[in-house]
T-cell receptor, first 115, second 114 residues
Framework: KAGVTQTPRYLIKTRGQQVTLSCSPI?????VSWYQQTPGQGLQFLFE???????NKGNFPGRFSGRQFSNSRSEMNVSTLELGDSALYLC??????????????FGPGTRLTVL | AQTVTQSQPEMSVQEAETVTLSCTYD???????LFWYKQPPSRQMILVIR??????QNATENRFSVNFQKAAKSFSLKISDSQLGDAAMYFC???????????FGEGTQLTVNP
């Protein structure tokens, strides 16, 4: 069974631009969560989507948004990029989204650099 | 709000030796799960071990075991017979039973010396 895939793996943008990251979960998984990893803030939860609905959201500004499609693939969008948005963005999928009961499988991440 | 703290930014161990990574957490929930994740240089997060808070028995996975002290809110990871492939960043994480967001600690960078 294929693992979680994220595209692109690397991305360079300039301030003010917007970016869209994609995540394809493991087949059969209906929950997709997104995390931001930076040296200063560590790993922080962005949001979780389950059956095309945002079920949980972290403390990030409205510039960060996401969506999930009927095939469970998810995209996250960051508008008006800031230097501080430079980070590794990790996507994780699980069967039902309850991390305690269902293991979250992580993708390799997308490294976003904002210049 | 849940918090997870790893007080050891870096640790090192000799190959074949044992090392213990520390983690403390804080939560108002009575039922939750705790995890140790490994992140090698490839950046792929890999689940190492999981502990359910209502289980008093410490979880074990091959060379990896935990010391779960619920009253002290402590959750340490012991790696026995350390191997070069164990070198990675290790994250402690916690989630409430009904939740879906993982709260991570700051991470401990483990170096394994040959």
């Amino acid at each position: 069974k294929a693992g979680v895939t994220q595209t692109p793996r690397y991305l360079i943008k300039t301030r003010g631009q917007q970016v869209t990251l994609s995540c394809s979960p493991i087949s059969g998984h209906r929950s997709v969560s997104w995390y931001q990893q930076t040296p200063g803030q560590g790993l922080q939860f962005l949001f979780e989507y389950f059956s095309e609905t945002q079920r949980n959201k972290g403390n990030f500004p409205g510039r960060f948004s996401g969506r999930q499609f009927s095939n469970s693939r998810s995209e996250m969008n960051v508008s008006t990029l800031e230097l501080g948005d430079s980070a590794l963005y990790l996507c994780a999928s699980s069967l039902e989204g309850l991390a305690g009961y269902n293991e979250q499988f992580f993708g390799p991440g997308t490294r976003l650099t904002v210049l | 709000a849940q918090t997870v703290t790893q007080s050891q930014p870096e640790m090192s161990v000799q190959e074949a030796e044992t090392v213990t990574l520390s983690c403390t957490y804080d939560t108002s929930e009575s039922d939750y799960y705790l995890f140790w994740y490994k992140q090698p240089p490839s950046r792929q997060m890999i689940l190492v071990i999981r502990q359910e808070a209502y289980k008093q028995q410490n979880a074990t996975e091959n060379r990896f075991s935990v010391n779960f002290q619920k009253a002290a809110k402590s959750f340490s990871l012991k790696i026995s017979d350390s191997q070069l492939g164990d070198a990675a960043m290790y994250f402690c994480a916690q989630v409430e039973t009904s939740g879906s967001r993982l709260t991570f600690g700051e991470g401990t960078q483990l170096t394994v010396n040959p």
